[in-house]
């Protein structure tokens, strides 16, 4: 029989701090085995090398905060038969995305330096607010887990399997005892995706969304909750507006605690 | 008259996004631009108003590779402000974990992004194929780093477990003494690396740094110290901005520091070394010793071995602390907000990074400064470049543009993390 060629597969990045792409490299035990089927053909940090698309696969890190990359990421969509995003940033904007409840163009327009060097756009968004996108990997960083996941259910034509259910469900699998109905940390666990395994509550820290909402999400219910207990505006309003500030349920959410 | 230039659009194998550009008149160099094209991410901007124990988790998304240092200097920025310090255990867990990082990103730069320059490999997985034992001890080593740094700080990328004050959760003596095995190999590897990379064809070239480096009385640079140079400087960190300045040229989206008065300077590793070597452990300088390393090192592209030195020292410091520890009885001392500046500048990977709060009575961040160890190098990086290239003009064109960007790697340079830096002015 003769031997299929390997998939091709790209890393692309935009507005980002390389946490998810590093990721990749992250895979230390898995890396040499992902090199045996795929090929690595466009992974700026990892190589000189450069293979000419149309690829297989491409992994998007980083949101669009740039005239140049609201172009740039067409043309990856173009060269890609697959897109998957990978993380918070490409996701829902990021943490840069704080920008977007400000008016940029005020102050960037009050730079200290040189504002004329510098070009941005207003708002940090998402590369699914752009191009169409396969799949979402969510997290801030992603799971090394979750992206080994992704990669394998591609390379055996699968729909990855990825919960959408809320960090509680994790937190009930592995015994952990809620802060939330206890010592009381503001928790974001009911209203966020899993993935981390209920990484903060198992070091005693509430959930501060890393993952992004949950499906469903009753952010409301949970603000109410906290505001009931003595909890102030201000402070629901900086939990919800962090590292997927821009995801519609959390936005919404944050908005609703401005004065 | 005879032009030339060399250009590289986007240069691989470092975080971020940079390119190289130099022009060559007439065998000189007439323009030298390290180019750094990642957009600004404005995070000194949105630190206003957020309250001073958010800084750790928002300032380490500056940067995947490296989010200790941002977390790090962040804290002792933050309990400086409010008049606290933290000692004993809780203090030895910082340098744990600090210890974990070096250990995760040297690894990464020595073995991944910086030796297949040396070996002449696109990458590291081309190299894997002729060097595979070595690939494969590489990638165990990064992973022990990795593994110290989840067991401290609950994942390697973005810890959670770190606070203004102290921790969330200690871990146990058990759960630290699991490590010490595993920990002894990587010492044995990272004495290996020192070996395999002091092996390396290096280029013949030395430049007269003016090095800048954290330094304290009893040990190797992590987190605390006055900030030294091989000059004559001797300062506290708080200062920092006394003493360095930053400017904005406009094809770069990262300010370029200088010294005042002085210009360029060079932090990182050959920094450290040359400044602290009788801090390193015994085995450590007699590794450096053994492949005829001893300070000053003046030749940047030997940064791949302090780095693997450094490794070393890394993994015996990890051992001792381990070796004496005990678990404190709480995770962190209590700290309350007050009205105030603090300071923070702690030794990333990288070299020094320097951060600056002002907060308010209610503990919001009123102001913040951060400067990376990359836009510190700036300079000195395109510097070497226009020291670098006229020697070697009669290079192919594509071997000249190679080892010009192994130039720039010499300084494991982290683009994401220079460009977010952005200074805004409030009115």
Redesign the interface.
């Known amino acids: 029989m003769k031997k299929s060629r390997k998939p091709k597969l790209a890393v692309w990045?935009?507005?980002?701090?390389?946490?998810?792409?590093?990721?990749l490299?992250?895979c230390?035990?898995e890396?040499?085995a992902v090199?045996e089927n795929i090929e690595?053909a466009n992974f700026?940090?990892?190589?000189?090398?450069v293979v000419k698309g149309p690829y297989d696969l491409s992994l998007v890190e980083g949101s669009i905060?740039?005239p140049h990359?609201a172009e740039r990421i067409h043309q990856v969509r173009r060269s890609s038969k697959v897109l998957i995003t990978i993380g918070a940033c490409a996701t829902a904007g990021?943490?840069?995305a704080?920008?977007n409840f400000?008016d940029?163009r005020e102050?960037?327009s009050?730079?200290?330096?040189?504002p004329s060097?510098?070009e941005?756009l207003n708002k940090?968004t998402s590369i699914a607010d752009h191009v169409f996108v396969d799949f979402e990997l969510r997290g801030?960083?992603i799971s090394k887990h979750q992206l080994v996941e992704v990669l394998s259910a591609y390379l055996n034509g699968r729909k990855p399997a990825t919960p959408t259910y809320s960090v509680c469900v994790d937190c009930k699998r592995r015994g952990i005892v809620c802060g939330l109905v206890t010592h009381g940390p503001p928790c974001l666990g009911p209203v966020t995706q899993a993935g981390?395994n209920a990484?903060?509550p198992s070091?005693?820290?509430g959930c501060?969304g890393?993952f992004g909402p949950k499906e469903t999400p009753n952010t409301s219910s949970l603000a109410s909750y906290w505001l009931s207990l003595g909890m102030k505006n201000p402070?629901l309003l900086?939990l919800f507006r962090?590292?997927n500030a821009y995801a519609e349920p959390f936005r919404k959410e944050s908005e609703a605690h401005e004065k | 008259m005879k032009s030339r230039s060399i250009k590289v659009d986007y240069l691989a194998r470092v975080e971020g996004e940079g390119g190289i550009q130099i022009k060559i008149h007439d065998k000189t160099v007439s323009e030298v631009q390290f180019d750094i094209f990642e957009p600004p991410r404005f995070f000194e901007a949105f630190l206003r108003g957020r309250h001073f124990t958010e800084a750790p988790d928002i300032t380490a998304r500056i940067c995947g590779i490296c989010p200790i240092a941002y977390q790090m200097s962040s804290i002792h920025a933050m309990e400086s402000a409010c008049g606290v310090s933290v000692t004993g255990q809780l203090r030895a867990l910082r340098r744990l974990i600090y210890c974990g990082e070096w250990i995760e990103s040297h690894a990464l730069h020595i073995y991944m992004l910086h030796a297949p320059d040396f070996l002449g490999y696109q990458d590291v997985l081309q190299m894997a194929r002729d060097h595979g034992d070595a690939v494969k001890q590489a990638l165990k080593l990064k992973k022990i780093g990795n593994e110290l740094v989840t067991l401290v700080g609950g994942r390697e990328i973005h810890p959670i477990n770190l606070r203004v004050g102290g921790f969330y959760r200690v871990p146990t003596r058990n759960e630290l003494r699991g490590l010490a095995d595993r920990l002894k190999w990587a010492r044995d590897a990272a004495l290996e690396t020192v070996k395999l990379t002091a092996t390396f064809p290096f280029p013949e070239f030395e430049r007269d740094y003016e090095f800048v480096a954290l330094h304290h009385e009893e040990e190797y640079p992590f987190n605390e110290g006055k900030l030294i140079s091989n000059r004559g400087l001797d300062i506290p960190i708080s200062e920092y901005e006394n003493h360095f300045a930053e400017e904005h040229v406009s094809y770069s989206n990262a300010l370029h520091s200088v010294m005042k008065s002085r210009g360029a300077y060079l932090v990182g590793p050959l920094a450290r070394f040359n400044l602290n070597f009788d801090k390193l452990t015994p085995a450590a300088q007699q590794a450096a010793r053994d492949v005829g390393l001893v300070p000053p090192v003046k030749n940047q592209f030997k940064s791949i071995i302090v780095r693997s030195v450094e490794t070393v020292y890394a993994c015996e410091e990890a051992l001792r602390i381990i070796q004496e520890y005990e678990m404190p009885e709480s995770a962190a001392i209590d700290v309350h907000p007050r009205p105030g500046v603090g300071y923070g500048c702690t030794e990333a990977p990288r070299g020094i990074l320097y951060h600056r709060y002002r907060i308010n009575d209610k503990g919001l961040i009123v102001e913040a400064k951060i400067v990376p160890p990359t836009s510190q190098n700036q300079k000195s990086m395109e510097l070497d470049l226009r020291d670098f290239v006229p020697a070697r003009l009669n290079l192919p064109q594509d071997k000249l543009t190679w080892q010009c960007e192994q130039a720039i790697r010499n300084y494991d340079p982290c683009i994401s993390c220079a460009t977010h830096f952005i200074q805004l002015e409030f009115q």
Not at chain 1, 13 to 23: A, I, M, R, V, W
């Open positions: 990045k935009f507005s980002s701090c390389d946490g998810c792409q590093l990721t490299l992250d230390e035990d890396l040499l090199a690595i700026p940090e990892a190589s000189r090398n905060t740039t990359d990021g943490i840069q704080l920008r400000k940029v102050f960037t009050i730079v200290y330096a040189t060097y510098i941005t940090s801030c960083p981390c990484l903060c070091y005693h820290r501060f890393c402070d900086r962090s590292y």
